[in-house]
């Protein structure tokens, strides 16, 4: 059975760093680009960063560009979010999801089921 599981979230304070991971069973994420979103309260999942399963190309919206890093481990079946100088307004849960293309706008297919980030002073 297929299964995303996300993790790593947590509280942190202004310009502090995290990394979420994204743990795979019953599938190899290196054969599909992986995506991930972020939903903050009140407000709809947005894409955030994706990976390309061909080549490692990568995509990040510019409310992350510069700050946010996304990468594989194929030997781990793990995509990871690096997220440094974390704001307020990163502040949502996250998800991520195998998705058709690493293009925006992303369209994810199957979901984690998400990990809270919280960025407060």
């Known amino acids: 059975q297929l299964q995303l599981v996300e993790s790593g979230g947590g509280s942190v304070q202004p310009g502090e760093s995290l990394r979420l991971s994204c743990v795979a069973s019953?599938?190899?994420?290196?054969?599909?680009?992986i995506g991930w979103f972020r939903q903050a309260p009140g407000k709809e999942r947005v894409g955030v960063s994706c990976?390309?399963?061909?080549?490692?190309?990568?995509y990040y919206a510019d409310s992350v560009k510069g700050r946010f890093t996304i990468s594989r481990d194929s030997a781990e079946n793990t995509v990871y979010l690096q997220m440094n100088s974390l704001k307020p307004e990163d502040t949502a849960v996250y998800y991520c999801?195998?998705?058709?293309?690493?293009?925006?706008?992303?369209?994810?297919?199957?979901w984690g089921q998400g990990t809270q980030v919280t960025v407060s002073s």
């Open positions: 999801a195998i998705i058709l293309f690493c293009a925006p706008p992303l369209r994810g297919q199957h």
């Open positions: 019953g599938f190899t994420l290196k054969h599909s680009p």
């Open positions: 990976i390309r399963q061909l080549d490692d190309y990568t």
